[in-house]
């Protein structure tokens, strides 16, 4: 039939049932879970690097284009059902760790000297050292100010 094409008949697109996750330089498909933890789950099971990282510390991301530009969005756990329905099939998510926070005695604020300390130091003008090494300057016998 001359003039006559057939056309495919229009699909409604796949129900997204597969997603990728990505960390560093790896990627894999997961099922997409609409339930927060149950993606964290699989992301935990498909990345040993996830094991033993606290929740807190795991987010999830999409990368959009945004004015021209690709920008990197974060998915809270609390929007996590509502943007996952709204995921295309094969669609990458990114996964971060976000850096441990250490706190160290380098961290801590300074030690002062306590009269106990300087009670060595009985020459005016004497230049002492308390337990830290800061150089404390003494301008009166300590024993004439009690």
């Given amino acids: 039939m001359a003039g006559h094409y057939r056309t495919s008949a229009r699909r409604s697109p796949a129900a997204t049932d597969v997603v990728t996750y990505r960390l560093d330089d790896k990627m894999i498909y997961v099922p997409l879970d609409y339930n927060w933890r149950q993606a964290l789950a699989h992301a935990r099971h498909s990345f040993e690097k996830l094991s033993g990282v606290d929740e807190k510390r795991i987010t999830f ?62 020459d005016t003008k004497r230049r002492c050292h308390n337990s830290s090494e800061i150089p404390v300057t003494i301008t009166e016998r300590w024993h004439e100010q009690i």
């Fill in 61 to 122: 991301s999409l990368n959009v284009i945004n004015d021209g530009q690709r920008r990197s969005v974060g998915i809270s756990p609390s929007a996590w059902r509502s943007v996952a329905s709204h995921l295309a099939r094969y669609e990458i998510i990114d996964i971060r760790v976000t850096p441990e926070v250490v706190i160290t005695d380098m961290d801590a604020p300074p030690r002062y000297s306590s009269p106990s300390l300087m009670s060595s130091c009985t």
